[in-house]
């Protein structure tokens, strides 16, 4: 259902003064999940560099077990950094039609090859039965 004209212009206001309060802002900043997602991401990023680095100086100081030990750290920074990133493009909420909706777990989660061509056989039009 649509706003009146009244209440659409009382929401514009109330949106303009919430915008202009940093106090507001900075808190629901520190409760986007998004905003988290973004730091991991950069400190994976980092520790990425750091690992190369590791792996770098142990092939130049050839000292193995350095190479390996900073290759690892690869390793375990990325699937971190794979992990935040799927976290942050699935936030718990979502917005439908204006209001916000909590997903379910089987809705955020990627059926195998099997599971979607079970589905495709149980939605197929009763005709082809």
Do not use: C
């Not at 659409?8 to 999940?33: C, G, M, T």
Request: cysteine-free.
């Amino acid at each position: 259902m649509p706003l009146s004209e009244h209440e659409q212009r009382l929401f514009d206001q109330i949106e303009r003064s919430l915008a202009e309060d940093p106090k507001f802002a900075s808190a629901v900043r520190a409760n986007d999940p998004r905003f988290h997602a973004r730091r991991r991401l950069l400190v994976a990023a980092f520790v990425i560099i750091l690992g190369l680095g590791l792996v770098v100086y142990g092939t130049v100081s050839s000292n193995t077990i350095l190479g390996v030990a900073g290759f690892i750290v690869m390793l375990g920074s990325a699937a971190f950094a794979m992990q935040s990133r799927r976290r942050g493009h699935a936030p718990d909420l979502r917005a439908v039609g204006g209001t916000a909706t909590r997903r379910t777990r089987q809705q955020t989660r990627k059926g195998g090859l099997l599971d979607r061509l079970e589905d495709r056989w149980r939605q197929r039009p009763e005709g082809h039965r």
